[in-house]
């Protein structure tokens, strides 16, 4: 792979959007290798984590390759519009919990990226934004309805209907990112945070997600039926003796996904 990086570390896995000269745009060979890196990672039943981030110093990602589209036909538009949806559907339907270390700009098809992780932790160089009205065109990777399932109606139409960047700490305040960290701290603050997701238990952590996404369309009484499954299933697994056991007699939990 050229743009798209896939690292190991233990139980976690990284992977960087590593296209620094175009401060990591999203063309169609980035989503396809990003697509791969996905396809790997969900295939690897060793790991507990996935952190997304971006290679370089300035951007996540500056959004969809702006070259790339700007003679694109209304069917290469839908075909590419479709291919993003479905990097970004796969990453977000991954088992285990996904962290964007948003590390720079995060823009356009970049904060889509974002987005499509379980949550975000941004550096104080962090920049979001949906700019694409400034190109006359629309968020095309989700970006209308996962920014505005997450921050609200008013906060999202303020952002996509302007296009202006919001700084890391805006994001905090309108609960895009859960914090902000210096620059240099970012990738070891998310290792933090996934190195701990990866003692929990692995199915628990895995249904806890199943649940809460299952959940968010359904009304309250349908979304706790579904938790109430999924707890009573994570019964009949050998995890749920091991950790129950291990706390009664006072020794750490040793999980095997199982
Ligand atoms: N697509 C293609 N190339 C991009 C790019 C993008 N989205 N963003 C940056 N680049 C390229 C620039 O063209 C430039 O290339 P050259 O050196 O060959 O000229 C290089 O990256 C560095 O960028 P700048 O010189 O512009 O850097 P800067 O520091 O002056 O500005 C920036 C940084 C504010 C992020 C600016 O690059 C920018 O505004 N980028 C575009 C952001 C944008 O509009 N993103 C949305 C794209 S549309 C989309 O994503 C649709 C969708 O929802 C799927």
């Not at 190109?135 to 990777?141: E, H, Q, R, T």
């Not at 290792?191 to 895995?206: D, M, N």
């Not at 007699?249 to 996904?257: D, I, S, V």
Request: proline content about 3%.
């Amino acid at each position: 792979m050229d743009f798209v990086k896939l690292e190991l570390d233990g139980p976690i896995a990284v992977i960087t959007i590593d296209r620094p000269k175009a401060l990591n745009a999203l063309n169609r060979q980035v989503l396809t290798e990003l697509s791969q890196a996905i396809a790997q990672v969900a295939a690897n039943t060793a790991l507990r984590a996935l952190i997304v981030t971006g290679g370089g110093e300035k951007a996540f990602v500056a959004g969809a390759d702006i070259a790339e589209m700007a003679n694109f036909t209304h069917a290469e538009a839908l075909t590419f519009g479709e291919l993003g949806h479905s990097v970004l559907d796969s990453l977000e339907a991954l088992t285990i919990p996904v962290i964007a270390a948003v590390n720079g700009f995060a823009l356009g098809g970049g904060s889509e990226l974002a987005l499509a992780c379980d949550f975000i932790y941004a550096s104080e160089k962090a920049k979001f934004g949906l700019p694409e009205v400034t190109l006359a065109v629309i968020p095309g990777f989700g970006g209308t309805q996962r920014l505005t399932r997450l921050v609200g109606r008013a906060r999202a139409k303020e952002m996509i209907f302007t296009g202006d960047m919001i700084d890391a700490v805006k994001a905090k305040d309108i609960g895009l990112a859960l914090e902000v960290l210096p620059a240099a701290e970012l990738m070891a603050h998310c290792k933090k945070i996934a190195t701990t997701i990866a003692k929990r238990g692995p199915l628990a952590v895995a249904q806890a997600k199943h649940v809460i996404d299952g959940g968010a369309a359904l009304q309250l009484k349908d979304g706790n039926s579904i938790e109430r499954d999924a707890f009573a299933r994570l019964f009949g697994t050998a995890d749920q003796k091991e950790g129950m056991t291990a706390f009664l007699g006072k020794r750490a939990a040793e999980f095997k996904n199982a």
